[in-house]
């Protein structure tokens, strides 16, 4: 089945610690992104890609990381700069008429 | 910036029509979208509909876009128990970057 897919679902990051997301997609989109959602909040954009090896930041791009060497691939790094990574990550990608679909998310806690 | 507002909470009873509002502020916005969101998953798509259009439906859902006051509704017909989720709407200008309002959380008792 065509979709994204995320993991892990749960991680957990010690102090000064940098960890990765991973975000596949097999739904052949040029586009994805990242958001991330505290909780009773909305999304904010943290990078989105629009081609491979290419990418931009978001609205709250510190203390994060991407790379996008694949079309199916992009992997997001918290780095230790990310005071407050706590929260849950959502990898989305983009279909025609700009829609946008999303994973089932990852759920960040610092220990 | 594009700026997009809900009302945090309806409460409804099964089998009620629940209308969910939403406001955003760009009037070059092109898209609008509507999700679900379940306790715990991602962000499913509901339905979007084009600034072009007045209305759009599918099946119990029903979108109302007033381009004028540039006000967005999601009316689900009978609603059911399991309809309970957040509903986020969401605004683009294209470019495939959207703005989310901070979700309306909709409640169904039975």
């Known amino acids: 089945d065509g979709g994204i897919t995320q993991s892990p679902k749960y991680l957990f990051r010690k102090e000064g610690q940098n960890v990765t997301l991973s975000c596949e997609q097999n739904?052949?989109?040029?586009?994805m992104y990242w958001y991330r959602q505290d909780p009773g909040q909305g999304l904010r954009l943290i990078y989105y890609?629009?081609?491979?090896?290419?990418?931009q930041k978001g609205d709250i791009a510190e203390g994060y990381s991407v790379s996008r060497e694949k079309k199916e691939s992009f992997p997001l790094t918290v780095t230790s700069a990310q005071k407050n990574p706590t929260a849950f990550y959502l990898c989305?990608?983009?279909?025609?008429?700009?829609?946008?679909?999303f994973g089932e998310g990852s759920w960040l806690t610092v220990v | 910036g594009e700026d997009v507002e809900q009302s945090l909470f309806l409460s409804v009873r099964e089998g009620d029509s629940s209308v969910i509002n939403c406001t955003y502020t760009?009037?070059?916005?092109?898209?609008l979208y509507w999700y679900k969101q379940e306790p715990g998953a991602g962000l499913q798509l509901l339905t979007y509909?084009?600034?072009?259009?007045d209305m759009k439906q599918d099946q119990r859902l029903t979108v109302l876009l007033n381009k004028k006051d540039k006000h967005l509704s999601l009316r689900i017909a009978d609603t059911q128990t399991g309809d309970s989720a957040i509903y986020f709407c969401?605004?683009?200008?294209?470019?495939?970057?959207?703005?989310f309002g901070t979700g309306t959380r909709l409640l169904v008792s039975p």
């Open positions: 890609s629009q081609i491979v090896n290419d990418f």
């Open positions: 760009d009037s070059s916005s092109t898209y």
């Open positions: 989305a990608s983009a279909g025609v008429w700009n829609t946008i679909y």
């Open positions: 969401a605004a683009s200008t294209g470019f495939q970057k959207l703005v």
């Open positions: 739904l052949n989109h040029d586009a």
């Open positions: 509909i084009f600034s072009n259009m």
